[in-house]
């Protein structure tokens, strides 16, 4: 199994460009996670989809996020307008049916400048 | 509502020495707990879970975790620190009620000294 596959790893833009990050997770998992780590705020909870609907949104820090899951095998964390506070390791996660397990893509180090 | 304290943002062994990580946690109802390890520009690995069956589990690497439901902890130790051992390590809560949402500790930092 490939694991959580995350696209791109590394993200430099420039303040006001929009940024969109990919999330493919592990094949026959019904959860999707989005995270955001800092070392200022640690790991947080952006979002998370069940079976492809979005279920718990109130961890997106304002509408310049915005997060879909068009089908079971792919997702996207869109930022628009990008600021330099949203500089931060974004990290997508994937859970199988029943099984208390998150299991962790390898990021995407997005820098905001 | 669900919480989790890691006591120690870092902790200093030296190789060969026990290493404990400590990990306290809030939760009204029984929780399934969590240890995670993440090293360094990767994503976060399992270590070892809780879910309500013995309550010391034993991970990979040589991990090993005790659920005291009286002192609401779940430390995480191994007998004989390893080099390869330095990394962030992460303690997890999550209940059945809240789907599969994990809450994650702040993480404790384990450096190994030779």
């Known amino acids: 199994d490939a694991g959580v596959i995350q696209s791109p790893r590394h993200e430099v833009t420039e303040m006001g460009q929009e940024v969109t990050l990919r999330c493919k997770p592990i094949?026959?998992?019904?959860?999707l996670f989005w995270y955001r780590q800092t070392m200022m705020r640690g790991l947080e909870l952006l979002i998370y989809f069940n079976n492809n609907v979005p279920i718990d949104d109130s961890g997106m820090p304002e509408d310049r996020f915005s997060a879909k899951m068009p089908n079971a095998s792919f997702s996207t964390l869109k930022i628009q307008p990008s600021e330099p506070r949203d500089s931060a390791v974004y990290f997508c996660?994937?859970?199988?049916?029943?099984?208390?397990?998150?299991?962790f893509g390898p990021g995407t180090r997005l820098t905001v400048t | 509502a669900q919480s989790v304290t890691q006591l120690g943002s870092h902790v200093s062994v030296s190789e060969g020495a026990l290493v404990l990580l400590r990990c306290n946690y809030s939760s009204s109802v029984p929780p399934y707990l969590f240890w995670y390890v993440q090293y360094p520009n990767q994503g976060l690995q399992l270590l070892l879970k809780y879910t309500s069956a013995a309550t010391l589990v034993k991970g990979i690497n040589g991990f090993e975790a005790e659920f005291k439901k009286s002192e609401t902890s779940f430390h995480l130790t191994k007998p004989s620190a390893h080099m390869s051992d330095a990394a962030e390590y992460f303690c997890a809560v999550s209940v059945t009620n809240t789907g599969n949402q994990f809450y994650f500790g702040t993480g404790t930092s384990l450096t190994v000294i030779p």
């Open positions: 996660a994937s859970s199988p049916p029943g099984v208390y397990e998150q299991y």
């Open positions: 094949s026959g998992h019904d959860y």
